[in-house]
């Protein structure tokens, strides 16, 4: 069964202090691993894809980077308006009744401090 | 371009009753997931539809069933309602089905269950 294990549950940062957020899988066969923000009471956000290991994506203060075991979530020089709950969630190899699903961890709550 | 939409906003039920959510793609995509976000975890994939048929299925009770229309919006609906079943329900809109395209989040629906 795959399995996604973010760490660590709750991260609290003062603004400008950069951090990395980590998140540990297995699956049987990555199509695909996404990153997501989610918003107290609101939908999650999508932030980026990365399909195979050594891929890295970029967007503003935020880099994601792809192992073939785990992915990390960079944040530099944070500000409080980045503070969120950071989803990340994997897509396996198309299968049964597996098709399109996204197995998510149980994201980790970024508090940045002015 | 207008995001995904989801109704109602918030729905508060009694034990043994039966709801229904519904869900509108952003335009042009085909395909819809429903989620269940209990509070401090990440979101459960309950269904994926794509061209009006059911693809994906997660380990949920025959309670819940879902549907989705020629013009790929979706219905979820949940029968004989338990208290377990207060979450955020969230559906998610992409392009096509299974394959690694970036699922994008509604609002959600936060579903009270007395």
């Known amino acids: 069964e795959d399995q996604v294990t973010q760490s660590p549950e709750a991260l609290r940062l003062q603004e400008g202090e950069s951090s990395s957020l980590n998140c540990s899988y297995t699956v049987s066969g990555l199509r695909g691993l996404f990153w997501y923000r989610q918003d107290p009471g609101k939908g999650p956000e999508f932030l980026f894809t990365l399909y195979s290991a050594g891929e890295e994506k970029e967007k503003e203060r935020l880099k994601a980077t792809l192992t073939k075991k785990e992915s990390f979530l960079h944040i530099t020089a944070p500000k409080p308006e980045d503070s969120a709950t950071y989803l990340c969630?994997?897509?396996?190899?198309?299968?049964?009744?597996?098709?399109?699903?996204?197995?998510f961890g149980q994201g980790t709550i970024l508090t940045v401090h002015p | 371009d207008a995001g995904v939409t989801q109704s109602p906003t918030h729905l508060i039920k009694t034990r043994g009753q039966q709801v229904t959510l519904r869900c509108s793609p952003i335009s042009g995509h085909k395909s819809v997931s429903w989620y269940q976000q209990v509070l401090g975890q990440g979101p459960q994939f309950i269904f994926q539809y794509y061209e009006k048929e059911e693809r994906g299925r997660g380990n949920f009770p025959d309670r819940f069933s879902a549907r989705q229309f020629p013009n790929y919006s979706s219905e979820l609906n949940v029968n004989a309602l338990l208290l377990g079943d207060s979450a955020l329900y969230l559906c998610?809109?992409?392009?096509?089905?299974?394959?690694?395209?970036?699922?994008?989040f509604g609002p959600g629906t936060r579903l009270t269950v007395t």
């Open positions: 969630a994997v897509q396996a190899e198309a299968g049964g009744t597996s098709y399109g699903k996204l197995t």
């Open positions: 998610a809109s992409s392009r096509t089905g299974g394959a690694s395209y970036e699922q994008y």
